[in-house]
């Protein structure tokens, strides 16, 4: 794969891929494993034939993470009318890779990111559709884990303080804190639904500009509606993102915390990936000035 992200990840390679493969599932040793170059943060990505695709945490935090993401994949699975991941075999460490990995089916698509897609009005009326069916799957008892984003605003103070503190010379940082001074109070009033959870570009696949397909769902479960609608912001201008908005059918007060988990989620990228996955800091940059032309508080 490219530039190391993380100070504390492993190494990973299509070499390593292929010694998985051959030692664990044998009947696909002889398909090719192509390293595919990507927006994404935690895992290596490798394409595996025609039809399958290889996650391999770069992290233990991601590591642990996946049995949920496979749980969260039968949960999704055939849910919209989208197709998500579909696991079809769960890998061991082994060959000097100390994680579990993953092997999927692969789905055809072009990431968001590589698109423009600021006027895809039928991209937008797709992502609200998504959005819609994921809020629509069954709560049982779970609720809000109390961690990461979908809670309270203000828990975030800390996180994107330090982010600020960082982005001195990167990023309009006064405006930045006036901003999230007024977000950070906004009240938390909608019940909980399942969201996604990560609804960035690198994570929607295009197709003649339509949503082809929808990745990495790990993060599926319960918390604050408002989470989802961060797609808004990251991929649409303005008419296009009000055909989102209204697709989506949600409270005016959801749509401007919408706009904050989207601000808490891009201040953080910008720096952090500034070298390393300039795609991801190009996002964080693209959805912030998106925020400040327009803010909603």
């Keep these: 794969m490219s530039a190391r992200l993380h100070a504390d990840q492993v190494d990973v390679d299509a070499a390593l891929v292929r010694d998985l493969v051959a030692a664990q599932f044998p009947r696909w040793a002889d398909l090719p494993v192509t390293d595919l170059p990507s927006a994404a943060t935690v895992n290596a990505v490798f394409r595996l034939g025609e039809e399958l695709v290889v996650r391999l945490p770069l992290r233990a935090e991601a590591a642990r993470q996946v049995p949920a993401e496979h749980a969260a994949a039968r949960e999704l699975l055939g849910r919209t009318r989208f197709p998500t991941p579909q696991v079809v075999a769960a890998g061991e460490p082994g060959a000097g890779y100390p994680f579990a990995w993953t092997v999927a089916r692969w789905i055809a698509g072009t990431p968001a990111d590589e698109v423009d897609t600021t006027a895809l009005d039928g991209l937008a009326l797709d992502v609200a559709e998504f959005v819609r069916g994921v809020r ?10 109390g961690t990461g984003r979908g809670g309270d605003l203000h828990a975030h103070d800390a996180w994107v303080g330090e982010c600020l503190d960082r982005s001195a010379g990167l990023l309009d940082v006064g405006a930045l804190r006036a901003l999230w001074a ?10 909980d639904v399942v969201t996604h959870g990560d609804l960035v570009p690198g994570n929607l696949l295009v197709a003649d500009g339509r949503l082809a397909g929808v990745l990495d769902v790990g993060g599926l479960g319960p918390a604050d509606p408002a989470l989802d609608l961060i797609a808004g912001w990251h991929l649409f201008d303005g008419p296009a993102r009000e055909r989102f908005r209204t697709a989506c059918a949600v409270e005016d007060l959801d749509w401007v915390r919408g706009q904050a988990w989207a601000f808490q989620q891009s201040v953080g990228l910008v720096q952090y990936y500034e070298r390393t996955n300039p795609r991801m800091s190009s996002l964080g940059r693209r959805t912030l000035e998106r925020v400040l032309a327009d803010p909603l508080v």
Aim: net charge positive; charged share 30%.
């Design 136 to 145: 629509d799957l069954p709560l049982h008892d779970r609720r809000f884990s």
């Design 182 to 191: 007024r977000y950070r109070v906004l009240p938390h009033v909608s019940a």
